[in-house]
């Protein structure tokens, strides 16, 4: 799960603030309705995940 482009695609804007080495550290922010929408694509990935993984563990 790629969460900056969930977060980007959710509608939240995602900055380059800086970088240290080679970790780079970034800022989210946006309206709570994107915030929602995120927490709701994470959600979706998750279920989609554990119903592969239980589908895999079936066959």
Request: net charge negative; proline share 0%; aromatic share 4%.
């Amino acid at each position: 799960m790629d969460v900056i482009e969930l977060a980007r695609a959710s509608g939240l804007q995602v900055v380059l603030d800086g970088r240290i080495g080679r970790e780079e550290y970034q800022i989210v922010c946006g309206s709570v309705d994107a915030l929602q929408r995120f927490a709701d694509a994470v959600s979706m990935s998750i279920e989609m995940s554990v119903r592969v993984a239980m589908q895999v563990a079936r066959s």
